[in-house]
């Protein structure tokens, strides 16, 4: 049985809404946690994004995103920026645990399409998970005491 059955259709909304944030513990928003990116994270390159990932303290994955003003005007920043949070959401990076993520887009992402955006983020995201992969498997097994 449906336990929203017999709430209002406003709070039946409000809370399907709900599912569909991209909450603030999932983002990166302070300057110095940005800062951290230069002098600890690595980088992966596409022709539209830059990847920038370091390992985590927040036990689960986040996601700073950078669009200047070279880009272009505020709404082609901002369709870039609502376009890299719902492929976020979608794609469950969150799942690959402790890992941040500073993405920064370059001049070609102001004229991708969402399904363009979604295959080079799908391919700079798969670029990181094999170097995750090997990351991993280098720690010694010695240090999980």
């Keep these: 049985m449906d336990p929203f059955l017999n709430a209002p259709d406003s709070c039946y909304h409000i809370i ?3 599912s569909f944030t991209f909450p603030k513990i999932a983002r990166i ?4 946690e940005f800062v951290e990116f230069y002098s600890f994270g690595k980088a992966v390159h596409s022709s539209g994004f830059v ?3 370091k390992s985590g303290k927040s036990g689960r994955s986040r996601i700073g995103i950078t669009v200047s003003r070279k880009i272009g005007n505020a709404v082609v920043r901002n369709r870039i920026k ?3 949070r719902e492929y976020y959401r979608l794609h469950s990076v969150s799942a690959q645990t ?3 993520f500073h993405l920064i887009a ?3 992402a102001s004229t991708l399409s969402f399904q363009q955006m ?4 799908d391919g700079l995201f798969d670029k990181f ?6 990351v991993q498997t280098a720690i010694p097994q010695s240090h999980h005491v």
């Design 29 to 32: 928003l302070k300057r110095y």
């Design 118 to 121: 979604v295959a080079m983020l």
């Design 51 to 53: 990847l920038v990932y």
């Design 106 to 108: 370059k001049k070609p």
């Design 82 to 84: 609502r376009h890299i």
């Design 98 to 100: 402790d890992w941040d």
């Design 129 to 134: 998970a094999k170097i995750a992969v090997v």
């Design 16 to 18: 399907l809404m709900k």
